[in-house]
């Protein structure tokens, strides 16, 4: 995949993090003690520690205090993380809003990781001048006319992702014949309608599906996938369920292969014989050029597996980190001085060729997603 780019960016923020360094160290004691003082505050984690998704959250969380703890290191800072565990559940994403907005020691949110957490709680954020920065909320009307003030996402939206499957299906696949299936929640029923229109724009024969997000049981839905389908592609944040769906096709005798999107991407928990998955940021293990990095997080959690979330979410730590540091320059900083100071952000990326900059919408600039091809559950990038 993109040969050098992890490197690359790597090497730019590490050069970025010795001359921060080297500027902390020939401080006078006092700029030191005044940083240190501003930012003894918390950074809210809000995703799912339990529930259906919780290997989603607990890597993303994993990361985020990886990179605390290597942020404060490096530059002197006494950043800390309280966490919030929304259970994938819109209403307790609401709760959760209301606490972090409400702890006057949280200059900043990390998160929400999903869509619905951020339509639940977006509005509670703006009203605290609270900046809450996703790594993996990708819902298209989540910036669309900047309904939520103060969010920001380190990852491309669905309007990058929709084409992204539709293009690949209909054209590297060839597929006729596609069976696209939402959880009927508010990630997956914008991105199946949307996939749904593309391909059929692209004379695919698409029949449509519809299941509970609290789903285990798929058979119903697979009696119903004709022998001539090619594809299903199966809009969802839970991967144990695209692994049911993908083996009870198999068990059915149907030789559909099932596309899975984001949240499915689990090496730990769909493992399909055959099958894909999109997701919004690479998974940094396939570059050898991030191994510096990817060696450092494994020493320190002491061999924890990950997959494209957790990176995702210490970017947009390290947003966050940065836009308060950036903020106390003067030695104080309040929220509404860090929103500001996130929206100007320009930082170099470790999953991206690109910088981390935010549009006036809060999306970040040049995101793409990523394809993986999935042969007996292992996984491989595409193009």
Same mark, same amino acid.
């Given at each position: 995949?993109?040969?050098?780019? %992890?490197? $690359? ?61 290597? @942020? ?30 409400? =702890?006057? =020691? /949280? ?10 957490? /951020? ?9 605290? +001048? ?10 298209? *009307? ?15 939206? *669905? ?17 006729? =014949?596609?069976?696209? %299936? ?20 692209? =004379? ?6 519809? /299941? $509970?997000?609290?789903?285990? *049981? ?5 009696? +119903?996938?004709?022998? +001539? ?23 059915? !005798? #149907? ?30 293990? @396939? ?34 980190? +940065? ?43 040049? !995101? ?9 559950? #292992?996984?491989?990038? /595409?193009?």
């Amino acid at each position: 995949m993109r040969k050098g780019l %992890i490197a $690359s960016a790597l090497a730019v923020l590490m050069a970025a993090v010795v001359a921060s360094t080297a500027v902390a160290r020939t401080a006078e004691p006092a700029a030191a003690s005044q940083l240190a003082q501003c930012t003894n505050v918390s950074l809210g984690f809000v995703g799912p520690l339990t529930g259906a998704a919780a290997f989603l959250g607990q890597e993303q969380l994993s990361w985020l205090r990886f990179g605390v703890e290597e @942020f404060n290191k490096k530059n002197g800072t006494r950043f800390k993380v309280v966490l919030g565990d929304t259970q994938l559940k819109a209403d307790v994403a609401r709760t959760v809003a209301q606490r972090m907005a409400s =702890n006057r =020691n /949280v200059m900043a949110v990390i998160g929400p990781s999903e869509s619905q957490a /951020v339509r639940s709680g977006g509005k509670i954020y703006a009203n605290a +001048n609270l900046a809450a920065i996703s790594g993996s909320a990708t819902a298209v *009307d989540l910036t669309k006319g900047r309904p939520y003030k103060t969010f920001f996402r380190v990852v491309p939206n *669905d309007g990058v992702q929709a084409p992204t499957i539709a293009t690949y299906v209909s054209g590297t696949l060839k597929a006729k =014949n596609v069976v696209v %299936i939402d959880s009927q929640d508010d990630y997956s029923l914008p991105l199946a309608q949307a996939v749904t229109k593309r391909l059929r724009a692209a =004379n695919v024969n698409v029949t449509r599906q519809s /299941v $509970s997000a609290d789903d285990t *049981d798929f058979s119903s839905v697979v009696a +119903n996938v004709g022998s +001539n389908v090619d594809v299903v592609v199966f809009a969802t944040q839970v991967a144990t369920a695209a692994n049911t769906l993908a083996n009870q096709l198999r068990e059915q !005798g #149907k030789r559909a292969v099932v596309f899975g999107s984001d949240g499915a991407y689990s090496p730990d928990q769909f493992k399909p014989r055959a099958g894909y998955v999109s997701v919004f940021a690479p998974d940094i293990n @396939f570059d050898p050029k991030a191994r510096a990095i990817v060696n450092a997080y494994k020493r320190w959690s002491k061999g924890k597996s990950f997959g494209a979330f957790g990176p995702a979410t210490y970017m947009a730590g390290q947003v966050a980190m +940065n836009a308060i540091k950036n903020a106390c320059a003067d030695g104080k900083a309040t929220r509404a001085e860090v929103v500001q100071a996130t929206q100007r952000i320009n930082i170099p990326s470790i999953i991206s060729k690109n910088p981390v900059r935010f549009d006036r919408k809060g999306d970040v600039r040049g !995101g793409t997603f990523v394809i993986y091809k999935i042969t007996n559950g #292992k996984y491989s990038p /595409v193009g």
